[in-house]
């Protein structure tokens, strides 16, 4: 599942509740299409009710439930189709809809995890953006016009203040133009097939931050190629599946070769070996053994909470280690303003 995609006008908190309650009646007894009749009644959007109130329908009409779902590919990710398929083949569906709900909770979990400690930096940083304009463009220039009339020395902090304000003031549309231009064409270009898997892979060779990325897209993996294996969805299918619902083209590709590899007749490891800047030799010989031993979707999800735990670590570092980092620079640039304004006042009290 890509956990930092929305699906469009669908929350995942519905989605969520959405697994998680027809697992329960599904467990209980209750027929496929009773339990969809009182889940679409209980949606709370629009277009989730209209989503669950179609497949209620299909259902219904007799159609299957993984055909009901494959109708809706924004709503319904290809892990959860593929492992309905099983589920309704072998007649194991509550047990099916009960690991998928297990995955979703845990990918939500560690989604809210990254988004808390990524927001507070994002805030105090915008803030002190918007702060700096302020100053720069409204406050300084009414503050240090008055020096400039005084035949006074200015100090360096002052001086430095006023080629700044005055740099804004004069070229701060251009620079403000340059930067939207750069972002427009960015982003266009971040759109395109061949521009999205150049950023994505400058992205993976930056230094500390590509590690981390490297290991959230592993651990996706192993959790969805696991979850899968566990429910009973075939190899080749359960790459598929997870290449589909991969979030960075790079590695989406890199299961589509890996599953042509291993339906050519190589193993698995041998297969994820072939792609060593994406896949680390820890992951392979971990696969090794658990093809060995016959429990590839045991070790994956061992692999997944492996890599889950250590993004985790991260991302609390890292905000354990950005709030001192941020009040450091607010005080050193309240510091250079307070110097810049009243080192010029205190040169005039002793003259």
Known sequence: MKIFTKKPGIR????????????????????LSRAMEVLARQAGS??????????????AKGNSFEASLARHPQAFDPPFVSMVRVGEL????????????????????????IQAAVTYPAVVVGSMFIVGIVMVVYILPRILDIFREIDVPLPLPTRLAIAMANGVVSYGWIILGVLILAIVVLVAAGRTKRGKVI???????????????????????????????EAGVNLAEAFEAAAD???????????????????RGLFMHEAYAAFPDLYPQIMVQVITVG????????????????YEARVERFFE??????????????GL???????????????????
């Open 12 to 31: 995942r908190e519905e989605r969520l509740f959405f697994v998680e309650n027809l697992s329960l009646m599904v467990k209980a007894g209750l027929p």
């Open 46 to 59: 629009a277009r989730w009710k209209q989503v669950l109130s179609e497949v209620h329908a299909d259902l």
């Open 90 to 113: 072998k007649g194991n569906l509550a047990e099916v809809l009960d690991h998928y709900y297990k995955f979703l909770f845990r990918s939500e979990a560690i989604r809210k995890k």
């Open 199 to 229: 950023w994505q892979i400058a992205v993976l060779k930056m230094p500390v931050i590509g590690p981390v990325i490297k290991e959230l897209n592993i651990s996706i993996i192993a959790r969805n190629m696991g979850t899968l294996l």
């Open 245 to 263: 619902a991969a979030g960075s083209a790079v590695y989406r590709q890199s299961l589509l070769d890996v599953r042509d590899s291993v339906n």
């Open 291 to 306: 093809e060995e031993a016959g429990v590839t979707d045991t070790v994956l999800l061992s692999l997944a909470g492996h």
């Open 317 to 330: 570092t890292i905000a354990t280690v950005i709030e001192p980092v941020l009040i450091f620079i607010i």
């Open 333 to 351: 640039a309240v510091a250079f303003m307070a110097f810049a304004i009243l080192l010029p006042i205190y040169s005039l009290a002793q003259a």
